[in-house]
């Protein structure tokens, strides 16, 4: 069980930095509403790789993809530190996932700057999935 927690702190830093490269690699960050209300860090400058977001695969790529990556790396985080404790893992894992969501929904009511994007809240749901699958499926024998 030692090694199953830094596996998955291991998972959730891959899962973070595949969706900042997403973001720094693929997406035109110049015309971002964030970066109106932050500066832009000087490593970001770089030109951006241009993908063809008009085909759904590319979209979800771009747009939706680095979300559900982020979302999974959290839920990857709060499973490492509450491996054994599935109650307090659904519990501040429920509360992640819908702190992200809200944000999201914010972002439809003009709450918060943004666009708002029916495939992000898609995206976390999946990744909500994908790390029960991750459990279920590599890690739960060894635990228990």
Not at 24 to 42: E, G, H, L, S, W
Not at 63 to 92: E, M, N, Q
Request: hydrophobic residues 50%; proline residues 5%; glycine residues 8%.
């Amino acid at each position: 069980m030692k090694s199953v927690r830094p596996a998955y702190c291991i998972a959730a830093l891959a899962a973070f930095g595949g969706g900042v490269a997403i973001y720094a690699i693929f997406r035109d960050i110049d015309n971002m509403v964030m970066f109106r209300y932050v500066p832009k860090p000087a490593f970001l400058a770089a030109p951006h790789i241009r993908l063809d977001t008009g085909t759904p695969w590319g979209y979800l790529f771009v747009f939706s993809l680095p979300h559900g990556l982020w979302c999974l790396s959290g839920l990857l985080v709060i499973r490492a530190v509450w491996l054994t404790d599935t109650k307090w893992r659904a519990v501040y894992g429920g509360i992640f996932v819908a702190i992200a969501s809200s944000v999201e929904i914010m972002q439809l009511s003009e709450v918060m700057p943004g666009t708002f994007d029916l495939l992000d809240l898609a995206s976390y749901g999946i990744a909500a999935f994908s790390e029960s699958v991750i459990y279920n499926k590599f890690t739960k024998r060894r635990v228990l």
